[in-house]
């Protein structure tokens, strides 16, 4: 019988059903045969089947050279996305400086906002030449860029660079002296 499948199921899965290119492959087709297509379980077919942007249920059948039709296939159920993503909002989840939005830190988590269900974040601290799933701060000035990459493997527009100081040293003690020892010894205090 006929059968259908993705060509490709793109993204972190290969099998999820989640997929930014919903070309199929028709399998068990007659050198010759017509196919035709269902998206509503088998009651009406059509000659051409064109994916939406999410779920689509389809099924497939050929008629030969002959007139003899064929049963339908099974039903392939998936989800086309071929949106990319938002660009990621960046901001540091506490500015603990003086000013809560000078950039001045001592804790550098960031808070990434805007962010698909199930997507995964990437991070650029060289203008966007590597991306790593982690991100390591270091001590002084930072940049970073973010992006998402959804379930169908859709890459964001990278974040605006994100920049902060951040500064874990802890300050020196002050010293305390007097300016005058003006008793009858310059050094009694």
């Known amino acids: 019988g006929t059968g259908i499948k993705l060509a490709l199921d793109t993204g972190r899965s290969t099998s999820d059903a989640i997929t930014s290119k919903a070309t199929m492959l028709l399998l068990g087709v007659e050198s010759g045969a017509?196919?035709?297509?269902?998206?509503?379980?088998?009651?009406?077919?059509?000659?051409?089947?064109?994916?939406?942007?999410?779920?689509?249920?389809?099924?497939a059948r050929q008629i030969d050279v002959a007139g003899n039709e064929s049963g339908p296939s099974n039903v392939l159920t998936f989800t086309l996305d071929a949106q990319a993503p938002i660009s990621p909002l960046v901001s540091l989840k506490v500015d603990t400086g003086s000013s809560v939005d000078d950039?001045?830190?001592?804790?550098?988590?960031?808070?990434?906002?805007g962010l698909e269900t199930g997507a995964l974040v990437q991070y650029s601290t060289d203008a966007g030449l590597n991306w790593g799933a982690l991100y390591r701060p270091v001590s002084g000035s930072n940049t970073v860029s973010v992006r998402q990459i959804d379930l169908a493997g859709n890459i964001s527009l990278v974040s605006a660079d994100f920049t902060f100081t951040l500064d874990t040293v802890a300050a020196l003690a002050p010293g305390v002296e007097l300016v005058n020892d003006t008793g009858s010894s310059n050094s009694d205090k």
């Not at 017509?34 to 077919?45: C, F």
């Not at 950039?103 to 906002?113: K, Q």
């Open 103 to 113: 950039g001045l830190t001592n804790n550098p988590t960031l808070n990434i906002s």
């Open 34 to 59: 017509h196919v035709e297509y269902s998206t509503d379980v088998g009651k009406t077919w059509i000659e051409n089947f064109t994916p939406i942007e999410g779920v689509n249920k389809v099924m």
